[in-house]
């Protein structure tokens, strides 16, 4: 018998965070258990867009949790129409068709899983795909989670080693490239599932006539475009969708992260109505997708992102930080940079002398001096400070930024 390493922490090591432990958060800001405070510019991928604690989200929180919690889908609950109702209004114009329903889950995945059901069933009763034959494209170097489907058509080996056997069905092409898209597109194609930009990746934001040119494609091949707008979505690019910014209409978007405000796990799927109507009573669902909590914050969301404020917010902070951050790259301290809406993608210039040689160790620099982010395939970091932050604290952060970059 041999005996395992005594373990230092009882969790599963699937992650390797940095070393602070947050034990408070109020808007932009985290205190840890020393009582140190810290600006967070990772704002949980995104899923803390409107900041930590938002009065709003937290007020609609604990008067829910006063009120009723869960019913799960077998009986009715008075928020979840008003629910599917507003997130209709709010998205359902920004996409294809003039008739929209909402799906909702719980986690981002989920989401997804429910996109490529609904296309799938799509493609076979609709499109007349013969059984079992569908086919998804997708792009390299996308995220769309972490499921054993999900990582079955990812292009990262070390999001799929050793968890086959894999789902068939899903074609990867180069992303950015409409040519290499056009030609996976044959008669058994049901939908391509795209991020609009690609957050995991390190925001790669696609030349500016692929989108479009997917969606022509799209609609030439009977084939639904599906985006992921988990965590591009919800403001974070400057508008309600990042697909907007190229006036492109998806078929199908999937929302996540910042749905549920950071208080609670909040996904859906919306979409057209003659696509979602495929998913009848008793072929899909979840115990917990669309409770009383889930609504209720999510409606609250809504509340925030309706007026559009936020949007232009994230326009406005992001021109300050790609001016701000721009100088790096003319200097040769950053060897990539990408910008859109109030979200960066950073690559570090391992040969610039006394800058950080990994993304790692950038935010480790940032972690002492009070700033937290994340790297991401090795060179990159992510910068997405809440929507709401203070114009002071943002300049505040990239200072802290610009120091850490130069050494
Ligand atoms: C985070 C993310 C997901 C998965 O969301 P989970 O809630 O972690 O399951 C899917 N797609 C994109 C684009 C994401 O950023």
New binding site residues.
């Given amino acids: 018998m041999t005996t395992a390493a005594h373990p230092v922490s009882a969790l599963a090591p699937n992650y390797h965070p940095l070393p602070v432990t947050v034990a408070h958060g109020e808007g932009s800001w985290v205190t840890d258990t020393a009582g140190r405070r810290y600006l967070d510019l990772l704002s949980a991928?995104?899923a803390l867009n409107f900041g930590h604690r938002h009065p709003a989200l937290v007020a609609a929180a604990h008067a829910q949790l006063d009120r009723l919690t869960l019913t799960s889908r077998a009986f009715d609950h008075d928020l979840l129409e008003p629910f599917a109702t507003r997130l209709a209004g709010l998205v359902g114009p920004l996409l294809a068709g003039t008739s929209h329903l909402v799906l909702p889950m719980n986690?981002?995945?989920?989401?997804?899983e429910t996109a490529v059901k609904a296309a799938r069933k799509w493609g076979y009763e609709v499109k007349g795909v013969p059984a079992d034959r569908a086919t998804i494209v997708v792009a390299d170097g996308n995220?769309?989670?972490?499921t054993t489907t999900?990582v079955s058509f990812s292009t990262d080996p070390d999001a799929r080693r050793g968890f086959g056997p894999f789902t068939p069905g899903f074609v990867s092409v180069p992303y950015g490239d409409a040519d290499a898209l056009a030609a996976a597109l044959d008669d058994t194609v049901v939908a391509v599932l795209l991020?609009p930009v690609q957050?995991?990746q390190g925001v790669v934001v696609p030349p500016d006539d692929y989108l479009p040119a997917v969606r022509a494609l799209c609609d030439r091949a009977d084939v639904l475009l599906v985006a992921?707008?988990?965590?591009?979505g919800l403001g974070r690019t400057g508008s309600t969708l990042a697909c907007e910014r190229w006036d492109v209409r998806p078929d199908l978007v999937?929302l996540?992260?910042a749905l549920g405000g950071g208080v609670v796990?909040v996904?859906a799927v919306v979409g057209r109505a003659d696509v979602l109507e495929v998913l009848t009573a008793g072929t899909h669902g979840s115990t917990f997708g669309g409770n009383p909590m889930a609504c209720a914050v999510g409606l609250a969301v809504i509340d925030l992102l309706e007026p559009g404020t936020l949007q232009a917010r994230a326009r406005t902070l992001g021109e300050r930080m790609g001016e701000r951050l721009g100088p790096l790259v003319d200097d040769e301290r950053l060897s990539g940079l990408r910008t859109i809406g109030l979200w960066a993608g950073l690559d570090v210039a391992p040969s610039a002398p006394g800058g950080p040689a990994t993304g790692r160790e950038l935010c480790e620099r940032l972690l002492a001096r009070g700033v937290l982010a994340k790297d991401t395939h090795g060179a990159t970091i992510r910068l997405a400070p809440p929507l709401t932050i203070d114009v002071e604290d943002l300049d505040r952060a990239l200072d802290h930024v610009v120091d850490a970059v130069r050494g």
Avoid: L, W
């Fill in positions: 991928y995104s986690t981002g995945a989920e989401a997804v995220f769309h989670g972490r999900i991020e957050g995991e992921d707008e988990i965590q591009s999937t996540g992260k796990p996904s």
